[in-house]
């Protein structure tokens, strides 16, 4: 009975073993470098990169139609383009990174709608904005693929540099200058895996996978290493229940995804045992001499 409910729609159907494999590569890529982006109190830049990929994806869009690769390079040029924007307004005028990054995802996001409406139907916005996990075709399974492999190899050479400029940027820039290629890689890396991510689950829900497993992994472990292990664990674990959810519900799967990663993130909230509600409502220990 549970294999029948569990699995059978997976061997039964092509498009659901798709579907699984492709926002499983996604969750395994992505939930890792949205620990970094928590940690390093950048949580909100994810969001912004995210609806920041719009125009790009949009003007390839205009040009070739649905087609994979002009909206994949579109997309990574805008990404790249408002993360490396935002970062020199705010080094250079008196506008801080949020507020300069808050008015290039805005702008963005507006030019991104208004090209699409140019030639597109209200069907083909929601494609772009929700993205169609259940029609992931080879060249796009592929290409997540691609996007998963390449992360966790630049994840894995960078991961020393990277703790150190998360814990301490300032110790990290006094013993060398691997601190600016080091920020530029990772906000590299986040941009693909958002490029990729529109493809399966759209622009707008994109980054979900991204940030809610890491804050629910963040709310039960304290050290680094188990953080990513199980914001990776939850992102795939969400795929999966979304998915099947979805299946038998007959609702749309990427908000299933989604909505499944915020139910872990909801449970955590309230039982993590880093920094949820119970924690912080039980006495604590008194220290005797």
Same mark, same amino acid.
């Given at each position: $009975?549970?294999?029948?409910?569990?699995?059978? +729609?997976?061997?039964?159907?092509?498009?659901?073993?798709?579907?699984?494999?492709?926002?499983?590569?996604?969750?395994?890529?992505?939930?890792?470098?949205?620990?970094?982006?928590?940690?390093?109190?950048?949580?909100?830049?994810?969001?912004?990169? @995210?609806?920041?990929?719009?125009?790009?994806?949009? =003007?390839?869009?205009?040009?070739?139609?649905?087609?994979?690769?002009?909206?994949?390079?579109?997309?990574?040029?805008?990404?790249?383009?408002?993360?490396?924007?935002?970062?020199?307004?705010?080094?250079?005028?008196?506008?801080?990174?949020?507020?300069?990054?808050?008015?290039?995802?805005?702008? &963005?996001?507006?030019?991104?709608?208004?090209?699409?409406?140019?030639?597109?139907?209200?069907?083909?916005?929601?494609?772009?904005? /929700?993205?169609?996990?259940?029609?992931?075709?080879?060249?796009?399974?592929?290409?997540?693929?691609?996007? &998963?492999?390449?992360?966790?190899?630049?994840?894995?050479?960078?991961?020393?540099?990277?703790?150190?400029?998360?814990?301490?940027?300032?110790?990290? @820039?006094?013993? #060398?200058?691997?601190? #600016?290629?080091?920020?530029?890689?990772?906000?590299?890396?986040?941009?693909?895996?958002?490029?990729?991510?529109?493809?399966?689950? #759209?622009?707008?829900?994109?980054?979900? $996978? $991204? $940030?809610?497993?890491?804050? &629910?992994?963040?709310?039960?472990?304290?050290?680094?290493?188990?953080?990513?292990?199980?914001?990776?664990?939850?992102?795939?674990? @969400?795929?999966?229940?979304?998915?099947?959810?979805? /299946?038998?519900? #007959?609702? +749309?799967?990427?908000?299933?995804?989604? =909505?499944?990663?915020?139910?872990?993130?909801?449970?955590?909230?309230?039982?993590?045992?880093?920094?949820?509600?119970?924690?912080?409502?039980?006495?604590?220990?008194?220290?005797?001499?």
């Amino acid at each position: $009975m549970l294999y029948k409910v569990l699995v059978e +729609p997976f061997i039964e159907f092509e498009f659901m073993r798709r579907a699984l494999v492709g926002s499983m590569a996604l969750a395994l890529a992505s939930s890792p470098l949205g620990v970094f982006l928590i940690l390093r109190r950048m949580a909100l830049s994810g969001d912004a990169m @995210a609806h920041a990929i719009l125009p790009g994806a949009a =003007l390839g869009y205009l040009v070739a139609g649905l087609a994979l690769g002009p909206m994949t390079i579109g997309g990574l040029i805008a990404g790249l383009f408002v993360a490396i924007g935002s970062g020199v307004v705010a080094r250079t005028t008196i506008l801080r990174e949020d507020a300069s990054m808050a008015a290039f995802y805005l702008i &963005s996001l507006a030019l991104g709608v208004t090209v699409i409406s140019l030639r597109g139907s209200n069907i083909d916005i929601l494609h772009v904005l /929700f993205g169609s996990v259940l029609a992931l075709d080879d060249a796009t399974l592929l290409l997540l693929a691609s996007i &998963s492999t390449l992360t966790l190899i630049g994840l894995a050479l960078l991961y020393r540099p990277l703790v150190m400029e998360t814990v301490d940027p300032g110790f990290l @820039a006094s013993v #060398g200058r691997a601190g #600016g290629p080091t920020q530029i890689i990772f906000l590299t890396l986040v941009v693909l895996n958002l490029v990729g991510g529109f493809h399966a689950l #759209g622009t707008l829900l994109a980054v979900g $996978m $991204m $940030m809610l497993p890491a804050a &629910s992994a963040r709310l039960i472990a304290r050290d680094m290493t188990a953080m990513i292990a199980l914001a990776a664990g939850q992102g795939m674990l @969400a795929s999966y229940a979304g998915l099947i959810i979805s /299946f038998y519900a #007959g609702l +749309p799967s990427g908000p299933l995804i989604i =909505l499944t990663a915020g139910l872990f993130y909801l449970l955590a909230l309230v039982f993590g045992p880093a920094g949820g509600l119970l924690r912080r409502l039980r006495p604590r220990r008194h220290l005797e001499a």
